[in-house]
Every structure is written in structure tokens, then in C-alpha cells.
């Protein structure tokens, strides 16, 4: 950023990365926000501060943490107080931290925002607004500059801005910069103009094909705005990557969850290299300032490590124990993940069947209660999958007593708009032939706990024994020639799932679906010294031969016929 002639890094903070739970604060490793802003500092860059509590991001609940839906009647971004005392607890010990950084403290941030993009949000309460910006002025002093970001309509600013609070907009490249910027002016008649998010490309869905934008549109709109003399903040500089379960939603309509990459074709890769559209920036911000000299930073090493063969270590089922160690919580109706308090991840629901059924007759889920995919199975036999927002039911067959499960993957919670109280689970009853099922036990699954403890402990089955579908666990592992450069890990004839490298969960991955076809894996990941062990949960079926193939490039705009002319080992 600094060898392209910027001046400031936006950076959000998302909420629910720091308090996973109510009360408990994690500021350690990668959370470390004031390393990160010590670094900016080192770099001479200042710093626009985005610390939410909504931030949006394509993020998981737009930041938000999912405890906050604990209270299922909870009026999230209003002034309901069971959010205003939450919100504040949080504000408390975030803020003192952002204080001594602000710029006329000494340090290098020059602005905060106060609420993002709030005018689409549906719940439009100025009082809220009011709370927060004397929370904020409380807690960082009356001379910060406090902004708010809208969409560039008169509706979305209406609800989205305050007085007191600067208002600022966001859009992409378009043929006309001053109408863009229009709506701005209805709000602030004086003082600058500001695009605070200028898209550089745009968010992948999955089953849809990877977006972009060419370097030339973005250049192009990037010196209209300089040629106004405004300011404008790059939505995304470096886009990155959505590792664990952190990938959020959007609801258009239907349910469409975000991709792991957020490479978002912006101006540095996935893996921070930069790219054509990043020179074409660099050069559009010379003709208006100086642009650091010398060579730009290059590329990271990458390396094709090739194929690693997978074993089978066991079906799901067969796991239970280990993966819910406190055992099922009896109910006589499906409950949410957040009536279990359980946020990301899996939920298995089981129950029996109450009769028997020779003819296939229908299980199905009332509209819109599959959030997001469940993958059925009755006695240990994959049956197949239901999923949000998508018409589909089952046929199935089974004796008095067989055992149903119902294995339920949250998929990301919905981060824009007016849908973000986004339970997950079963929402509603699943029934049989028209007849509702009763007497679940709900098995809370906490895979990352146990991959994190070096599991599997014991030896894998031989390899490609008891292939099946449904969902199982597959493990194995590589050593790099004495090198741990980034590469890029696809799954071959694999369909749905979640991949973790040496204990680090990667993210999803739905080779089946696309676009994306390959996880990024950074090189600090791995180890050049002993084995790099590979878990991965494959929730539909792998292939009969259950490898793994390492790139030395990213594969994002790809169908899983695609096919790989691998580089040996």
C-alpha cells in the first residue's frame, strides 16, 4: 500500500473475532489489533478505524457475535437495550486501546466510523445513532473525527446518517463521478467528498462465477474521483481470505453464502501479490502526487507440493463421543444452534423412525427452516442433502426404530440488510410424509477442538477402504523439500466440506458448486521440517482415491469438471 502512493489503511474490527463469548476478550496473535496499528505507524501510513459494531465485510453477521441472538427477541442495531448494553460493554474495552492512537494524541489514526452502510439495514432509529455517538465521544475524546458510510442514494442516507456524524458514501466505477457523488452533498453541502468504499471488484458466491472488474474501469473511475479533489478509500486494497467459518452471506431474494477466498480481484491477490490493477492504480496516483520510488515488493514464493494421498479415519457417526463430549441435549422439537449456544460449525440432530415406512415416502422441512444444509442419513446410509432457501425434499424407506440423523452445517450468517438475525440449525420441524418427527437428541459438534489436539490418535484405516458417502473423516500428511512456501490445496473429485493444515482450519470448500476451486495456504502454515498433517471433512463423498493436490497458483473461476496438468513432485 505504501509503494502505491496511499496514505492510510481502512481497517475494520470485527466484534465477534475479539468476544466469541459474552466477557471473554482475545487480543493475542492474530487478533492483536495494536501490533497491526503499531505496524501501520512503522509504515508511515495513517489510519481510518472502522471497529463496528456492525462492519459488514461479507463477514459473519456483519461482525456482530452470534451470543447476541441467546435473546432470540433481540432488536440487533436499535436502541433495544439488551443490544445498547452489549454494544457498550464492548465499546469499553475496545476504544480505551484506540484512544492513545488517535492522531491528535499522537498517533496515526484520523478518523473512526461510527455506523456502517446503517441506511440499509431496515431499522432506521436515530435514537441508536444518538447512543452511539456519545459512547464514542465519551470514550475517545470531542476531537476525533467520527464518520458514517452509506450507499450513494438519498434513501439509504437518510436513515444512515446523524448530525455530528460526517457523512460519507460508497460506489464503484461509473460513467459519471459527480452525480455519484451527489447524494453526498445533500448531507454535507461543505467539506470534503468522500467515497469511503471505491469497489476494486466485488465478492464470489458460491455457485455463481468469480466477479471482477478490469484494471482499466478501475483506474479510470479511481482518477475521476482524484480529478474532483476527493478522497477515496479502495474496497478491497487486498482482499483475503474468509478462514474457519468467518465467510457471511448475503440474502437476495434467496440465501447466498459467501465464498472462503475473498481474493474480491482486488488490486493484491489472495495471497497479498500484486497485479495488474495495482500498477494501473499506482499510475493513476502519480499524476497526482509522488509515489514512493523503488522496486515494488514481489510476489510471495509459491510451490506445487503435488498430490498427497488421504485415508479414510472413520464416518462422523462413528465420532460422536470424541466430537460431543457432553453427550446429546434431549428435546422434543428441533432447537436452533443458538438455543444450544453453539455458532459456527455442525449440529447433528437425531431422532428414530416412528413406523414403518416400505414405499418412499417424503422428509421434508417447512420453507426456509434447512439453515443452511443438512445432510441426511438413516441408519448410517447417506440419504442425501436438504438446503436453505432451495425447493427439495427426500424419499426414504426404513423399518420402526431406524435411526434419522440429521447432520446441519451453518454456512455463514447472512451480513447486509435486514435479515442479520440469522438463526441457524433446524428452525422448524422436519416431518414424515406430512406427519412432524418428535424425541430429537441434539449432538453439539465441536470438530476444531479435536482436530486441534493433534487427532486422529490412532492409525487410519488402510487407504481406500470403506469409501462411502456421507459424512467422514479423512486424514493424512506431507513433508515440503525443506521449504514452506504458500501454495494452494484443491480437492479433486471431492464434493462439500472443511479442510484443516496442521491444526488451522482453512475454511470450506465446495469443489461440486464453484467457483472456487483451491484454498490458499500460507506458507507460515506449514513446516519444512517434519510432516504437515491434512484433515479433512468431506460431508457428501470423496473419490474413490482420496488425494489431495497442491498448486503453485489459484484456481477461483472453475467448475468441478475442470481438470489440472499438476507439476511433479
Given at each position: 500500500m505504501y509503494m502505491s502512493g496511499l496514505s492510510a489503511v481502512q481497517v475494520y474490527v470485527p466484534w465477534n473475532y475479539h468476544e466469541a463469548l459474552p466477557g471473554l476478550y482475545d487480543f493475542s496473535g492474530d487478533r492483536d489489533l495494536e501490533a497491526f496499528l503499531d505496524l501501520t505507524a512503522?509504515?508511515?501510513l495513517l489510519v481510518i478505524l472502522r471497529p463496528g459494531p456492525y462492519i459488514c465485510a461479507e463477514w459473519e453477521m456483519?461482525?456482530?457475535p452470534a451470543w447476541l441472538l441467546w435473546k432470540p427477541d433481540i432488536v440487533l442495531r436499535s436502541s433495544d437495550p439488551d443490544y445498547l448494553r452489549a454494544v457498550d460493554s464492548w465499546l469499553g474495552v475496545l476504544l480505551?486501546?484506540?484512544?492513545p492512537r488517535l492522531y491528535h494524541n499522537g498517533g496515526n489514526i484520523i478518523s473512526v466510523q461510527v455506523e456502517n452502510e446503517y441506511g440499509s439495514s431496515g431499522v432506521c432509529d436515530y435514537d441508536y445513532l444518538k447512543h452511539l455517538l456519545r459512547v464514542f465521544r465519551a470514550l475517545l475524546g470531542p476531537d476525533v473525527l467520527l464518520f458514517t458510510t452509506d450507499g450513494n442514494s438519498a434513501a439509504e442516507l437518510r436513515c444512515g446518517t446523524l448530525q455530528g456524524l460526517y457523512a460519507t458514501v460508497d460506489f464503484g466505477p461509473g460513467p459519471n463521478i459527480t452525480e455519484a457523488f451527489a447524494p453526498q452533498r445533500l448531507y454535507e453541502p461543505k467539506g470534503p467528498l468522500v467515497n469511503s468504499e471505491y469497489y476494486t471488484g466485488w465478492l464470489d458466491y458460491w455457485g455463481e462465477p468469480h466477479?471482477?472488474?478490469s484494471p482499466a474501469t478501475v483506474a479510470r473511475g479511481l482518477c475521476d474521483i482524484l480529478q474532483l479533489g476527493a478522497s477515496v478509500n479502495m474496497y478491497m486494497f487486498q482482499g483475503g481470505t474468509n478462514f474457519g467459518y468467518w465467510s457471511g452471506a448475503d440474502y437476495k431474494g434467496r440465501y447466498k453464502p459467501v465464498t472462503t477466498s475473498y481474493d474480491y480481484d482486488a488490486p493484491l491477490s489472495e495471497a497479498g501479490d500484486p497485479t495488474e490493477k495495482l500498477f494501473a492504480i499506482r499510475e493513476v496516483?502519480?499524476?497526482?502526487?509522488?509515489v514512493p520510488q523503488g522496486p515494488m515488493p514481489p510476489a510471495t514464493r509459491k510451490h506445487a507440493y503435488g498430490y498427497v494421498p488421504l485415508r479414510k479415519y472413520a464416518g462422523l457417526l462413528d465420532l460422536l463421543d470424541l466430537l460431543s463430549p457432553a453427550g446429546p441435549i434431549p428435546s422434543r422439537f428441533p432447537l436452533t444452534f443458538e438455543a444450544i449456544k453453539q455458532a459456527h460449525?455442525?449440529?447433528l440432530y437425531r431422532t428414530w423412525l416412528p413406523r414403518d415406512v416400505w414405499d418412499p415416502v417424503p422428509l421434508s422441512a417447512p420453507p426456509h427452516s434447512v439453515c443452511d444444509l443438512a445432510y441426511v442419513l438413516l441408519d448410517g446410509q447417506y440419504q442425501g442433502r436438504l438446503e436453505r432457501d432451495r425447493p427439495g425434499q427426500l424419499y426414504v424407506t426404513g423399518q420402526a426404530g431406524a435411526v434419522l440423523d440429521v447432520l446441519?452445517?451453518?454456512?455463514?450468517?447472512?451480513?447486509?440488510?435486514?435479515?442479520?438475525?440469522?438463526f441457524k440449525g433446524l428452525l422448524g420441524n422436519l416431518s414424515l410424509a406430512s406427519v412432524p418427527l418428535s424425541n430429537w437428541l441434539i449432538y453439539p459438534l465441536d470438530v476444531d477442538a479435536v482436530v486441534a489436539m493433534n487427532w486422529p490418535h490412532t492409525t487410519p484405516r488402510a487407504a481406500g477402504s470403506s469409501i462411502s458417502t456421507g459424512p467422514a473423516i479423512y486424514t493424512g500428511a506431507f513433508r515440503t523439500p525443506g521449504i514452506a512456501w504458500d501454495t494452494f490445496v484443491k480437492l479433486p473429485g471431492w464434493s462439500k466440506g472443511q479442510l484443516w493444515i496442521n491444526g488451522f482450519n482453512l475454511g470450506r470448500y465446495w469443489a461440486s458448486r464453484g467457483p472456487q476451486q483451491t484454498l490458499y495456504v500460507p506458507g507460515s502454515l506449514l513446516s519444512p521440517s517434519r510432516p504437515n498433517n491434512v484433515t479433512v471433512l468431506e460431508l457428501e463423498?470423496?473419490?474413490?482415491?482420496?488425494d489431495i493436490l497442491f498448486l503453485d497458483r489459484p484456481q477461483l473461476n472453475a467448475t468441478s469438471s475442470s481438470r489440472d496438468v499438476p507439476t511433479p513432485q
Amino acid at each position: 500500500m505504501y509503494m502505491s502512493g496511499l496514505s492510510a489503511v481502512q481497517v475494520y474490527v470485527p466484534w465477534n473475532y475479539h468476544e466469541a463469548l459474552p466477557g471473554l476478550y482475545d487480543f493475542s496473535g492474530d487478533r492483536d489489533l495494536e501490533a497491526f496499528l503499531d505496524l501501520t505507524a512503522e509504515l508511515e501510513l495513517l489510519v481510518i478505524l472502522r471497529p463496528g459494531p456492525y462492519i459488514c465485510a461479507e463477514w459473519e453477521m456483519g461482525g456482530l457475535p452470534a451470543w447476541l441472538l441467546w435473546k432470540p427477541d433481540i432488536v440487533l442495531r436499535s436502541s433495544d437495550p439488551d443490544y445498547l448494553r452489549a454494544v457498550d460493554s464492548w465499546l469499553g474495552v475496545l476504544l480505551p486501546k484506540v484512544r492513545p492512537r488517535l492522531y491528535h494524541n499522537g498517533g496515526n489514526i484520523i478518523s473512526v466510523q461510527v455506523e456502517n452502510e446503517y441506511g440499509s439495514s431496515g431499522v432506521c432509529d436515530y435514537d441508536y445513532l444518538k447512543h452511539l455517538l456519545r459512547v464514542f465521544r465519551a470514550l475517545l475524546g470531542p476531537d476525533v473525527l467520527l464518520f458514517t458510510t452509506d450507499g450513494n442514494s438519498a434513501a439509504e442516507l437518510r436513515c444512515g446518517t446523524l448530525q455530528g456524524l460526517y457523512a460519507t458514501v460508497d460506489f464503484g466505477p461509473g460513467p459519471n463521478i459527480t452525480e455519484a457523488f451527489a447524494p453526498q452533498r445533500l448531507y454535507e453541502p461543505k467539506g470534503p467528498l468522500v467515497n469511503s468504499e471505491y469497489y476494486t471488484g466485488w465478492l464470489d458466491y458460491w455457485g455463481e462465477p468469480h466477479a471482477g472488474s478490469s484494471p482499466a474501469t478501475v483506474a479510470r473511475g479511481l482518477c475521476d474521483i482524484l480529478q474532483l479533489g476527493a478522497s477515496v478509500n479502495m474496497y478491497m486494497f487486498q482482499g483475503g481470505t474468509n478462514f474457519g467459518y468467518w465467510s457471511g452471506a448475503d440474502y437476495k431474494g434467496r440465501y447466498k453464502p459467501v465464498t472462503t477466498s475473498y481474493d474480491y480481484d482486488a488490486p493484491l491477490s489472495e495471497a497479498g501479490d500484486p497485479t495488474e490493477k495495482l500498477f494501473a492504480i499506482r499510475e493513476v496516483i502519480a499524476k497526482f502526487q509522488p509515489v514512493p520510488q523503488g522496486p515494488m515488493p514481489p510476489a510471495t514464493r509459491k510451490h506445487a507440493y503435488g498430490y498427497v494421498p488421504l485415508r479414510k479415519y472413520a464416518g462422523l457417526l462413528d465420532l460422536l463421543d470424541l466430537l460431543s463430549p457432553a453427550g446429546p441435549i434431549p428435546s422434543r422439537f428441533p432447537l436452533t444452534f443458538e438455543a444450544i449456544k453453539q455458532a459456527h460449525g455442525f449440529v447433528l440432530y437425531r431422532t428414530w423412525l416412528p413406523r414403518d415406512v416400505w414405499d418412499p415416502v417424503p422428509l421434508s422441512a417447512p420453507p426456509h427452516s434447512v439453515c443452511d444444509l443438512a445432510y441426511v442419513l438413516l441408519d448410517g446410509q447417506y440419504q442425501g442433502r436438504l438446503e436453505r432457501d432451495r425447493p427439495g425434499q427426500l424419499y426414504v424407506t426404513g423399518q420402526a426404530g431406524a435411526v434419522l440423523d440429521v447432520l446441519v452445517e451453518n454456512m455463514g450468517r447472512i451480513n447486509f440488510g435486514t435479515n442479520i438475525s440469522d438463526f441457524k440449525g433446524l428452525l422448524g420441524n422436519l416431518s414424515l410424509a406430512s406427519v412432524p418427527l418428535s424425541n430429537w437428541l441434539i449432538y453439539p459438534l465441536d470438530v476444531d477442538a479435536v482436530v486441534a489436539m493433534n487427532w486422529p490418535h490412532t492409525t487410519p484405516r488402510a487407504a481406500g477402504s470403506s469409501i462411502s458417502t456421507g459424512p467422514a473423516i479423512y486424514t493424512g500428511a506431507f513433508r515440503t523439500p525443506g521449504i514452506a512456501w504458500d501454495t494452494f490445496v484443491k480437492l479433486p473429485g471431492w464434493s462439500k466440506g472443511q479442510l484443516w493444515i496442521n491444526g488451522f482450519n482453512l475454511g470450506r470448500y465446495w469443489a461440486s458448486r464453484g467457483p472456487q476451486q483451491t484454498l490458499y495456504v500460507p506458507g507460515s502454515l506449514l513446516s519444512p521440517s517434519r510432516p504437515n498433517n491434512v484433515t479433512v471433512l468431506e460431508l457428501e463423498h470423496a473419490p474413490a482415491q482420496p488425494d489431495i493436490l497442491f498448486l503453485d497458483r489459484p484456481q477461483l473461476n472453475a467448475t468441478s469438471s475442470s481438470r489440472d496438468v499438476p507439476t511433479p513432485q
